[in-house]
């Protein structure tokens, strides 16, 4: 399963290439309209997601450092020991995996996550995201639908262990 790790690097390259291509060509914090809702804004995030600790010190640094190699060696491991039919999770996880790589390369690098994707409804303006986020996002959503289709698996598997298990002591 590990032939999926290919997404990852194609995660990683198309983040580290926009972030530069953001940094290079946008002014740091002034918004560049693209479309009505949606502007193109370079910040740089000392933070977790929504710059979640980011006015602390500069110990979040390096504790998300280390969080994001503990979680990208467990995600290598967990998807190394998934079954050729487990298409759906290796791929939710290799998301995963390619933003959290994405960002850790930042955090060493530059000591901040370079943000630049920025939507807004009026005056509401979602915090501002990367390429990494997005594969982060929708790894994650995968994660929790494999999740529910397990349960809804285990509770039919179940289901169809009482009927068997009825049939044959009826057959007895």
Request: charge should be neutral; hydrophobic fraction near 55%.
């Amino acid at each position: 399963m590990l032939r999926w790790l290919f997404l990852s690097g194609v995660v990683i390259v198309a983040d580290l290439l926009t972030k530069a291509m953001a940094s290079s060509y946008l002014v740091y914090a002034k918004p560049v309209p693209v479309m009505p809702s949606f502007n193109l804004t370079l910040l740089h995030n000392t933070g977790a997601a929504f710059s979640f600790l980011a006015g602390q010190s500069g110990w979040q640094r390096w504790f998300f450092i280390a969080l994001a190699i503990g979680v990208s060696v467990a995600l290598v491991i967990w998807i190394s020991r998934l079954k050729p039919s487990e298409r759906w999770l290796a791929i939710a996880l290799s998301l995963v995996l390619g933003g959290a790589i994405g960002n850790l390369y930042d955090r060493v690098v530059h000591g901040y996550v370079v943000d630049f994707l920025h939507f807004y409804y009026g005056d509401y303006h979602f915090p501002a995201f990367n390429i990494a986020d997005v594969a982060i996002s929708i790894g994650a959503f995968m994660i929790a639908i494999d999740v529910f289709r397990e349960s809804g698996r285990d509770a039919q598997e179940a289901e169809n262990e009482k009927v068997l298990a009825a049939r044959s002591t009826k057959e007895q």
